[in-house]
């Protein structure tokens, strides 16, 4: 268990709806990275906020979007969902910034089906 | 365009045998992460390579790095079926991100 805590684990949805996922940090971890894992494009960077800001994008789709609360907490949502959406989404948490060298640690995941 | 490719994609090797898993990218790196993921589960952290001709041991893993060749190696020491998993490299270039490669599924066959 790396402390890293997303809910819900699965969730499935119609194509055109909106999800919002959640990850909260280990403790101390100020630092939440987001990434999608589907079979055609791997494991791919998402996002990444630290303290609260925004840090770095990568492949992050506009209908994508991603906010860090002030306890920490990270929310991905996900909107005009496509069948493509279809993915394991995991978030991940780091003392610092990978810039830091901060190692980061991995949540359980999110299976998202879109039908 | 940063690339990470790993070889094999693919690899069934009985128990107690050895084998290397290959780790090639593209543009200059100082580190590199290894990580095991079980069908289904989360990315478990294996090694941290933070310079050059770093090796890390962890049981029958042990991952080097050489960052004038851009070649991270993963090798496999007398196999048992625990190791059985997708194993991912990502090197950090830069920007706050890691770049993972294409995973390394490994079967280990009795």
């Known amino acids: 268990d790396s402390g890293v805590t997303q809910t819900p684990k699965h969730l499935i949805t119609a194509t055109g709806q909106r999800v919002t996922l959640r990850c909260s940090p280990r403790s101390g971890d100020l630092s939440v990275y987001w990434y999608q894992q589907s079979l055609d494009q791997g494991l791919q960077f998402l996002i990444q906020?630290?303290?609260?800001?925004?840090?770095a994008k990568g492949n992050i789709l506009e209908r994508f979007s991603a906010q860090q609360f002030p306890d920490l907490h990270s929310e991905l949502n996900l909107s005009s969902l496509e069948l493509g959406d279809s993915a394991l989404y995991f978030c991940?948490?780091?003392?610092?910034?990978?810039?830091?060298?901060?190692?980061?640690?991995f949540g359980p995941g999110t299976r998202l089906t879109v039908t | 365009e940063l690339k990470v490719e790993q070889n094999p994609l693919f690899l069934s090797m009985q128990e107690g045998k050895n084998y290397t898993i290959y780790c090639n990218y593209s543009?200059?790196?100082?580190?590199l992460y290894w990580y095991r993921q079980d069908p289904g589960k989360s990315l478990e952290s294996l090694f941290v390579l933070l310079s050059n001709g770093a090796v890390k041991q962890e049981g029958r893993l042990m991952a080097s790095l050489d960052t004038k060749a851009r070649l991270s190696t993963l090798h496999i020491t007398a196999a048992v079926h625990d190791l059985s998993a997708t194993y991912f490299c990502a090197p950090y270039f830069g920007n706050e991100k890691l770049t993972f490669g294409t995973g390394t599924r490994l079967t280990i066959i009795p």
């Open positions: 543009t200059t790196s100082d580190r």
């Open positions: 906020y630290y303290n609260g800001e925004e840090r």
């Open positions: 991940a948490s780091s003392v610092g910034t990978s810039g830091a060298q901060s190692e980061q640690y």
